[in-house]
């Protein structure tokens, strides 16, 4: 059996956290999914709850019918979740920094007293990954800031918020890595009209150790036309300061 599960566990599950929890968990299949799957083949994943339970099943199904992709996916993400517990320096196979990055806000869904939330686990077979704070200080230590650097990044600009500072995200969609974008007030109305185009944001970059840029303090945006799309010549001659 192939099916993975997410177990959720405490004496009073908010709907909040349900779906917190819900939603970071389809995001890790669908991510490592994608991963695994070679060639023209791509896995979909059909999901189940148990009744009178928390117990939620995924069944990866591949669109060529190769039962390889399938096993080897929800393998995947079982045991690259116990990895991030047993080896935080690894970084687990398949696993973009967006899966990563659910794998933590899957585990911020209990609460240190167990008030709501004690546990959540994914499972396969009878193979536990426990996720904890553990799993989440696994994730800080792998991708986090090790440099910083002014330059330019690129992608789609995505989900402006004003919730904790004003920022937004670029997105390189192929590899679903997505960089913040911290603006001030005076930039946001730019930010605003080039939401869901591919832009070029300027300014000071924060890199991960694995040199992969995180986070930026923006200073300029330019928002590119959808059938004149940058080269890196393009980007570095928008905000040259040579003229």
């Known amino acids: 059996m192939n099916d993975i599960t997410l177990k959720i566990e405490g004496p009073k599950i908010t709907a909040e956290k349900f779906k917190k929890a819900i939603d970071a968990f389809l995001d890790i299949i669908t991510s490592v ?44 993400i079982v045991e690259g979740i116990r990895l991030l517990d047993s080896d935080p320096d690894e970084e687990p196979p398949n696993f973009t920094e967006r899966a990563m990055e659910r794998v933590k806000d899957l585990a911020s869904v209990q609460d240190r007293r167990g008030e709501f939330v004690k546990a959540v686990t994914i499972s396969l077979n009878g193979t536990k990954a426990h996720i904890s704070t553990k799993t989440a200080a696994a994730v800080d230590h792998l991708l986090g800031i090790e440099r910083t650097e002014v330059g330019s990044v690129t992608g789609q600009l995505r989900s402006i918020t004003d919730f904790g500072g004003v920022y937004f995200y670029v997105w390189d969609l192929p590899s ?27 300014g000071l970059i924060h890199y991960d150790r694995k040199e992969r840029p995180k986070r930026i303090t923006v200073e300029e945006i330019h928002a590119f036309k959808t059938e004149n799309l940058p080269t890196v010549k393009d980007v570095i001659g928008l905000f040259s300061k040579d003229g």
């Open 176 to 202: 679903e890595h997505r960089i913040r974008c911290d603006i001030s007030e005076d930039l946001l109305p730019t930010a605003m009209a080039a939401f869901r185009k591919r832009v070029a944001a300027y």
């Open 33 to 76: 999914g994608k991963q695994v799957a070679q060639g023209d083949d791509s896995l979909r994943w059909v999901i189940s709850v148990e009744s009178g339970s928390t117990l939620i099943h995924a069944h990866p199904e591949s669109k060529a019918g190769n039962p390889y992709f399938e096993t080897r996916a929800s393998t995947a």
